[in-house]
C-alpha cells in the first residue's frame, strides 16, 4: 500500500509542477481563448462563444 501512495503522491507532484509551468507561460488571446472565472462565465449566462 505504501508504494502505491508514493506513485500518487509522485504522479500528483508531476501535475503540479506541469500546471505551475503553463500558468507562467499563458497568455489570453482576444478573440480565441481567455482565462475566464466562474462568475465571469456566469455573467455571460455560461455562453462560451469568442469574441463575445
Known amino acids: 500500500m505504501a ?3 508514493n ?3 509522485e504522479h500528483q507532484e508531476s501535475r503540479r509542477q506541469t500546471a505551475q509551468k ?4 499563458y ?3 482576444k478573440g480565441f481563448y481567455k ?6 462565465v456566469a455573467a455571460l449566462d455560461y455562453v462560451l ?4
Open 3 to 5: 508504494r502505491n501512495n
Open 7 to 9: 506513485n500518487k503522491e
Open 22 to 25: 503553463h500558468r507562467r507561460s
Open 27 to 29: 497568455e489570453d488571446v
Open 35 to 40: 482565462s475566464a472565472t466562474v462568475e465571469e
Open 49 to 52: 462563444t469568442p469574441g463575445r
